[in-house]
């Protein structure tokens, strides 16, 4: 029969390993979660910054022949995932836009001013471009901005948005993924404590 004492030394270690084993699963699970977080991000960055790149150099060729913008705006217009997409001029006027209201306003965000101003190697070299990440209580938007060049000039400015709704999908997903590890790395580690505790104090209770 267990004695009080050897009771209360079992317990102790047990609190003590489950504790130290659901201190090593939450964090193992948050910073698997956390990387894969940023990892998502980072690859929706990169597609954007291409596919901005690609609509930039469409303009850029629309506006050098005077071929009009439609195209562009209207083949955005048809992407699935695309919240917007808007053409200003040197001046901020919007030239082109997914929804025609807009054009021939003056744009007031800081994106396009931002892209205005950047150097032609922003889109020559490659360089990082103006990328905003916009939250909203349903998911957010990623906002890319770029010069458009003709000629070695920079002639106005594209701005794109895009719908994040699938990726906070696939972050909470992630998250949720990593809540599921650490549960079970708990329960597991819950077994091994008792196990480990009944080890250790049954030699104690039979010297008692």
């Not at 998502?40 to 990169?46: D, G, K, N, P, Y």
């Not at 999908?169 to 597991?188: E, K, P, S, V, Y």
Request: hydrophobic share 50%.
């Amino acid at each position: 029969m267990a004695t009080p004492s050897g009771r209360s030394l079992q317990a102790k270690l047990m609190t003590s390993i489950m504790v130290l084993a659901a201190a090593l699963a939450l964090s193992a699970s948050y910073l698997g979660a956390r990387r894969e977080t940023q990892d998502i991000l980072a690859q929706v960055q990169t597609d954007g910054v291409a596919l901005a790149r690609s609509y930039a150099l469409s303009a850029g060729n629309a506006m050098m022949v005077n071929a009009g913008l439609g195209r562009v705006t209207g083949e955005a217009r048809r992407s699935q995932g695309i919240r917007y997409l808007k053409i200003c001029d040197t001046n901020r006027r919007i030239i082109a836009h997914t929804d025609v209201d807009l054009i021939d306003n003056i744009d007031s965000g800081p994106l396009i001013e931002e892209a205005l101003g950047a150097s032609i190697t922003v889109v020559d070299r490659g360089d990082k471009p103006v990328i905003s990440i916009e939250r909203t209580r349903r998911s957010g938007i990623l906002k890319v901005a770029l010069p458009i060049i003709i000629l070695s000039s920079v002639a106005g400015a594209l701005e794109v948005g895009l719908d994040l709704a699938g990726i906070s999908q696939a972050i909470a997903g992630a998250w949720r993924h990593a809540a599921m590890i650490t549960a079970i790395a708990f329960a597991l580690g819950s077994l091994v404590a008792y196990l480990f505790a009944r080890t250790i104090t049954r030699p104690v209770k039979q010297l008692v």
